[in-house]
């Protein structure tokens, strides 16, 4: 009653700027209009239309609508550490860790985001989210579009701590500082871009151009001369020599499988690779990425050493980053394909199977053949980045 005697009459000089001053420091328009001694927020709402004043975002906040959504969500997200290991080896080559702001309620929440073109590992990811998957694609420059799948909010929150003790390199660092910056409930008050949670100084990978090169790499078709082949790539008698030393199980852990399995989704490639020296051709499975540090977890899950060194840029282009490349051939490749076989889907489990019935049982065949003789472009048409 006392704000109600003390309220400027209506049309007054002093009753905009008191109506305004009401309306800025409420919380709501049934606030603002108990502090105005109005009957209802109605009276409130037609003097803002009628005077033009804008409705405060913090209005729009319903804090006891998310509570009752968040309840929904369980509170352990993927209850097997495969479960685990395979998410966490998918978003380490695929995932990005971002901010999401939505103006409504002046909130930034935490999203976690994958995109394929391969469907399948994207269903797969959903299923561990527990949620639908989508049919939908989204668009992807000039290239295919992808199957998108992401999380926001206490969903994406819990994942990357299930998930965390899985993470390597700069990733691992990027998911602790999405969870030192989030609340307990994955959003954090006020508007923040990514550059404001993750610095470019801190996380120099997640700028653009982090491949090698903007130009699909291009291989020459091999040319017998004389008798012998030339035009691919060379490889030593060491390999066949060494078979006997390679053992019978390559990753003894269901865990490390899983993570492997994961990696290899996104970033890995099933190729062939031609030994001239010998004139066979070995199966191969390759990962390339910025980061060294999944390429070290990789190198050593598989029982051989690090990459010394980067590959060389190609392309006079500064800003593209090396990418560190790890390869396994022959016998050894052949026994981390079927070690990883269940944790692959889609398209690429089609050509683990493929590489399995045509190198089996040694890692090698006799002769030359060139992946596309292996994998037709008709059968597996995504192992090309741009739409046929």
Not at 149 to 155: D, S, T
Not at 275 to 291: G, H
Not at 321 to 333: D, E, Q, S
Request: aromatic share 10%; net charge positive.
């Amino acid at each position: 009653m006392r704000e109600r005697m003390s309220r400027p009459p209506f049309g007054s000089e002093e009753f905009l700027p008191y109506f305004k001053s009401m309306v800025t420091t409420s919380d709501r328009a049934t606030e603002a209009a108990a502090k105005m001694g109005y009957r209802g927020p109605g009276t409130v709402r037609y003097h803002m239309k009628k005077f033009g004043i804008p409705y405060p975002r913090i209005w729009s906040r319903r804090p006891a609508f998310s509570l009752a959504m968040q309840s929904h969500i369980p509170s352990v997200m993927i209850p097997t550490t495969i479960g685990r290991c395979w998410v966490a080896g998918l978003i380490q080559g695929e995932g990005c860790i971002q901010s999401l702001y939505r103006l409504a309620n002046d909130m930034t929440y935490l999203q976690l985001d994958a995109s394929m073109v391969d469907p399948a590992p994207i269903y797969k990811l959903s299923e561990y989210y527990g949620l639908p998957h989508s049919t939908k694609t989204v668009k992807n420059h000039a290239w295919r579009p992808q199957y998108r799948k992401n999380i926001a909010g206490l969903r994406a929150l819990r994942v990357l701590q299930e998930i965390l003790p899985f993470l390597v390199g700069q990733k691992l660092k990027e998911a602790e500082r999405a969870l030192e910056f989030f609340g307990p409930r994955g959003l954090h008050s006020g508007c923040y871009r990514n550059g404001d949670i993750w610095s470019q100084s801190e996380f120099p990978l997640r700028t653009k151009h982090r491949g090698s090169s903007a130009v699909v790499a291009t291989v020459e078709r091999a040319v017998r001369v004389g008798g012998r082949m030339f035009g691919w790539s060379t490889q030593r008698k060491v390999e066949l020599s060494g078979r006997q030393e390679i053992p019978e199980v390559i990753i003894p852990s269901m865990e490390d499988r899983s993570w492997v399995g994961g990696l290899a989704q996104g970033e890995g490639c099933t190729q062939s690779h031609y030994a001239r020296l010998v004139d066979s051709t070995t199966i191969e499975l390759s990962i390339s990425m910025t980061d060294p540090a999944p390429v070290f977890k990789f190198s050593g899950i598989v029982g051989l050493p690090r990459p010394s060194k980067p590959k060389p840029v190609r392309g006079a282009n500064p800003n593209y980053k090396p990418k560190w490349l790890k390869a396994v051939t022959g016998l050894r490749a052949l026994r981390v394909l079927r070690e990883i076989q269940p944790f692959v889907f889609g398209e690429k489990a089609r050509e683990v199977e493929k590489a399995l019935a045509f190198f089996s049982p040694t890692g090698y065949r006799a002769g030359c053949f060139r992946p596309i003789e292996i994998w037709p472009r008709d059968a597996f048409p995504l192992r090309r980045r741009l739409e046929a």
